[in-house]
């Protein structure tokens, strides 16, 4: 496995791959549920390049870039055991270099709710360093997680907007045995606060529960349920608890599919999100379990 840190050597490696590249972007300190995006890419592409870039532009002010957990001599071991070929490390200034003026902004209700609302220019700094890490990689395919489903519903907007030649391919959400979906953010927590913070998982499973047993429901009704049930924890700070359309994340007055029920609390020094997608087909995807 080659470790690329700039812009240059990392565009004329990409010339030397067999086709199709599969691509896994990640802010390192990785877990499982990255390690199965790059082992997807493994088995469905003949070449496989990651990126581990903390991205300074997604984090306000008052976030925790600069506490954010890191490892990179540990992430190049677990990205060489799940067959990486090529890994991108570049720094800050590689990425936005003195100068730099051209942001990628996404528009719509994607760049007012839930996260966008909650963490303002967010997303902002999400799609410019996707494109540009798209424009340096050249991916055929580009792999990312259903947890974090508004990121998801950002890029996918934005290669479609774009005409980006890169094909999406979304993974469900890997979690925990006690349904806690893996979070680099996890490592935040004590004892404690690791167990309350599967309340995010509960209040997911309550909604489901009750969309099945009442098709055709109020959403408002999903909502109060998980919101209920996040209040109940006292070590839990609710920050949203929404169902709304995955692809736009334009709220809904009643269920229908697809819907995505989302959610997001503090606990502890932890800022933690969580989903449940009802597909087209009426089927959930909830996640999977590690082994």
């Known amino acids: 496995m080659r470790v690329i840190e700039t812009v240059a050597e990392m565009r004329a490696a990409r010339r030397e791959l067999a086709l199709p590249v599969g691509f896994v972007p990640t802010m390192g300190y990785l877990h499982a549920g990255h390690l199965s995006l790059a082992q997807t890419a493994r088995a469905e592409g003949a070449a496989v390049v990651a990126s581990i870039f903390v991205n300074p532009a997604q984090f306000g002010p008052n976030e925790d870039l600069s506490r954010y957990p890191r490892d990179l001599p540990r992430d190049l071991d677990l990205l060489a055991s799940a067959g990486v070929d090529l890994v991108f490390t570049p720094s800050a200034t590689e990425m936005y270099p003195a100068g730099f003026a051209t942001w990628v902004e996404p528009g719509g209700v994607l760049s007012e709710r839930l996260e966008a609302a909650s963490r303002p220019g967010h997303f902002r700094g999400v799609a410019t360093v996707v494109t540009k890490l798209f424009g340096i990689v050249a991916p055929d395919l580009a792999y ?148």
């Open 144 to 291: 990312f997680g259903q947890k974090d489903a508004q990121q998801v519903a950002v890029i996918r907007r934005m290669i479609a907007d774009l005409n980006l030649p890169v094909e999406l391919r979304v993974l469900p959400t890997v979690r925990e045995r006690d349904g806690l979906a893996m979070s680099s953010r996890n490592a935040y927590l004590n004892a404690e606060e690791r167990a309350a913070a599967t309340v995010l998982h509960r209040a997911l499973q309550a909604g489901k529960v009750l969309v099945e047993a009442e098709p055709g429901l109020g959403a408002e009704r999903v909502v109060e349920e998980m919101h209920k049930v996040i209040m109940a924890e006292l070590r839990a700070q609710l920050e949203y608890a929404d169902v709304c359309d995955p692809d736009t994340c334009a709220p809904l007055e009643s269920m229908r599919t697809p819907a995505l029920l989302a959610v997001s609390a503090r606990v502890g020094p932890a800022r933690l999100i969580d989903n449940f997608l009802l597909r087209d087909d009426g089927t959930w995807e909830t996640g999977a379990v590690t082994e």
